[in-house]
């Protein structure tokens, strides 16, 4: 079974709906953290949490929100969908060891939003 | 503030020849680490290999070696004897010791292999 799982794999929805992309880890990491990568870039960092009762904004927090619902899983909303939000969405975890820290990535979500 | 360039979108390489892919980082922190990632057509994230600002070698794992120069600020990732399977998009990536906000990617160079 895979590390870090996400769900959908791959979601349609129309402007204005709101819709959750979920993570979960059995990797017993306490960070987690969202990214999107739009074509012909890299992945840009949404939100992050370095435990539970931790929540970060990364640098394109606007528009989205999360929820860190136990250690093993963390949420993003899109509260009202727009089509600039169509990426592909990642989940991430690592074990937080400073520079050295590995992130380990989630197979991620398509997100097409009409 | 941190960066990291890959200035090459995309390159052809013969089966079987060595590959090296630029990567160039600024930061001000004595304390990083750059990462390499591959992304295959199907879409994950696959880590590589990592090299810490302190390290004293080049890292390497199997066919990947990255090719570490502090002063240069840049860290390539050389692939030897390149297979069709290394066919991908591949980032470098960096995180800082002073930096909470995750890693910092590149634009990413997309590699085909070519038989």
């Known amino acids: 079974d895979a590390d870090v799982t996400q769900t959908p794999r791959n979601r349609i929805t129309k402007t204005g709906k709101r819709i959750m992309l979920e993570c979960s880890q059995t990797?017993?990491?306490?960070?987690m953290y969202w990214y999107r990568q739009d074509p012909g870039l890299g992945l840009r960092l949404i939100y992050y949490?370095?435990?539970?009762?931790?929540?970060n904004k990364g640098e394109i927090s606007d528009g989205y929100s999360v929820s860190r619902q136990a250690q093993a899983k963390f949420s993003l909303s899109l509260e009202s969908a727009i089509p600039n939000q169509t990426a592909l969405y990642f989940c991430?975890?690592?074990?937080?060891?400073?520079?050295?820290?590995?992130?380990?990535f989630g197979p991620g979500t398509r997100l097409l939003v009409l | 503030a941190q960066k990291i360039t890959q200035t090459q979108p995309g390159m052809f390489v013969q089966e079987k020849e060595a590959v090296t892919l630029d990567c160039t980082y600024d930061t001000s922190d004595q304390s990083y680490g750059l990462f390499w990632y591959k992304q295959p057509s199907s879409g994950e994230m696959i880590f590589l290999i990592y090299?810490?600002?302190?390290?004293?070698q080049n890292a390497t794992e199997g066919r990947y070696s990255l090719n570490f120069q502090k002063a240069r600020k840049s860290a390539n990732l050389v692939i030897s004897a390149s297979q069709l399977g290394d066919s991908a998009m591949y980032f470098c990536?960096?995180?800082?010791?002073?930096?909470?906000?995750?890693?910092?990617f590149g634009k990413g160079t997309h590699l085909i292999i070519q038989p």
């Open positions: 990797k017993g990491h306490d960070r």
């Open positions: 949490s370095f435990d539970v009762k931790d929540i």
């Open positions: 990536a960096m995180r800082t010791s002073g930096g909470a906000d995750g890693l910092t």
């Open positions: 991430a975890t690592s074990d937080g060891l400073g520079a050295r820290e590995t992130q380990y």
């Open positions: 090299q810490g600002s302190y390290d004293e």
